[in-house]
Nanobody, 121 residues
Framework: VQLQASGGGLVQAGGSLRLSCAAS????????VGWFRQAPGKEREFVGNINWRSTYYADSVKGRFTISRDDGKNTVYLQMNSLKPEDTAVYYC?????????????????WGQGTQVTVSS
């Protein structure tokens, strides 16, 4: 499956953005999807994920970020509200054919190219 992340941009602190992860090539509903982010000089970190029935979030984004999916459009969304400067990073989506709701990078089979999110203070 091929993944394409989009929707990043520059936003002021307290603002919102919605990222999209569009999939092609396979039946997307069979995959769990995770969102990760990587800030300059830091390791890639887990943000949240979704499978066919559940979502799970990192503590740092819980209550501010929401993941949803529209399998008819082969797209998963990451709605980000109350953004903070520390949310600045390149955001990646990834797909897991086992739908494990894993926080581990190695558990994901396919990755998108990333989209930049910059939050100004």
């Amino acid at each position: 499956v091929q993944l394409q992340a989009s929707g990043g941009g520059l936003v002021q602190a307290g603002g919102s953005l919605r990222l999209s992860c569009a999939a092609s090539g396979r039946t997307f509903s069979n995959y769990g999807v995770g969102w990760f982010r990587q800030a300059p000089g830091k390791e890639r970190e887990f943000v949240g994920n979704i499978n066919w029935r559940s979502t799970y979030y990192a503590d740092s984004v819980k209550g501010r970020f929401t993941i949803s999916r529209d399998d008819g459009k082969n797209t998963v969304y990451l709605q980000m509200n109350s953004l903070k400067p520390e949310d600045t990073a390149v955001y990646y989506c990834a797909a897991d054919h086992r739908q494990r709701l894993s926080i581990k990078i190695d558990d994901y089979d396919y990755w998108g190219q990333g989209t930049q999110v910059t939050v100004s203070s």
